[in-house]
């Protein structure tokens, strides 16, 4: 019959079931392996920091900063559930002295973060992101680093046709040029611009290019591009890059207009896209940030990240998830038995066998038939004596101990 439950999850937020939990798990270890491949270390930080943290260092009028979930606490000091990583590992990057200690310093995170968007599919309230954070080296070589990490990453979770878009904004005295060009640019085109992008005309123009609006593309397509106002180092750093990415064979598009949602972004921007419509099309977005750590306090260190959301990632992935296999069914069904049951059940997790006990005590008939849909390998039958069975081959032996019973299992 139909249960209704006395309480619901808080919308946009949901939960992940078993076997989906394996599912993520797997794409978490790839995640976690791939990144000490490339000698990448994690770091985690807290869920909750200063709203100063994001409001002053990601930007007043990002959506990133108008969609935090904030609050005072009793010492009347405001607090945010973090929205993004990279202001947050900026923070524990400085506070703890990583510039000294390691010059070129490079990290990696899987995380949950909070936004109060509207929730849709592959975008939720609560949602999770594998992201990077490399710091220290100013080379171009970098961003190639990062941009193959990232590919590296997509192609392992066999998610196919994807697509890099890729630009270069300059530095931050280019992109005050270029945010003069384009308020002129769009103040001549005012009213036929959307609603919500009229209101960034004035606080942040840059966030027009971002816009989905279907009033704004034909605009945004005629807008001037920075390209043009990129000096000859940039313009060669970028095509050194290019080159990288053609030689490293992926593909990619350049992309103009391409410029990201936040305010302390510099030099390399990019989004890796899918063209699949099971989803949200952007996977994965990141690009240079080389003057937040001075901004925050810190050194001059140059930086570059990328992160990706776990969600999209994982609708977009074919990667084919192992069955939750059971090593030993164990049957015992009588009290009396259990001291005896129990002992195996623990030197078999010892011996690193995965096991399954079933303490409702069905008859041994639908234990049988219970252990076939649990896609387990030995039934284990413990009464007065002990018989194991090779569901497969059929193959049964009584047992005396737990040795000859680990003796059979090693055999089959």
Known sequence: CFVKSKYQKIKGTFDILPPDTLLWKEVENILHNISQQFSYEEIRTPSVESIHLFQQNVGYETDVSKEMFTWKDQSKQQIAL????????????????????????????????????KPQ???????????????????????????????????????????????????????????????????????????????????????????????????????????????STEKTDFNILLSNLDALNIKYEESPHLVRGLDYYNGTTFEITTKSDKSQNALCGGGRYDFLVEQMGGPSTPAIGFAAGMERMIIESNHEMQKNNVDVYISCNELKNSTKCFSIMQHLVENDYKVFFDTNKKSVKNQMKDAIKRNASFVLVIDKNMTIKNIKSNEKIAVSDFQQLLNFLRTQ
């Open 82 to 117: 973090k929205p993004e990583m990279t202001a947050p590992v900026v923070r524990a990057y400085i506070e703890n002295g990583f510039f000294r200690s390691n010059p070129l310093c490079r990290l990696y995170y899987i995380d949950s973060f909070f936004r109060r968007e």
């Open 121 to 231: 599919k592959g975008r939720q309230r609560q949602f999770n992101q594998f992201g990077i954070e490399a710091f220290g080296s100013a080379s171009i070589e970098q961003d190639v680093e990062v941009i193959l990490m990232a590919s590296t990453c997509l192609k392992a979770l066999s998610i196919s046709e994807t697509i890099l878009h890729i630009n270069n904004i300059g530095s931050p005295d280019t992109r005050t040029r270029y945010e003069q060009l384009l308020t002129k640019y769009f103040l001549q085109n005012t009213k036929a611009l959307s609603n919500l992008s009229q209101k960034r005309l004035h606080s942040n123009p840059i966030r027009i290019l971002d816009s989905k609006e279907k009033e704004d593309q034909l605009i945004i397509k005629n807008a001037p591009i920075i390209k043009e106002l990129l000096t």
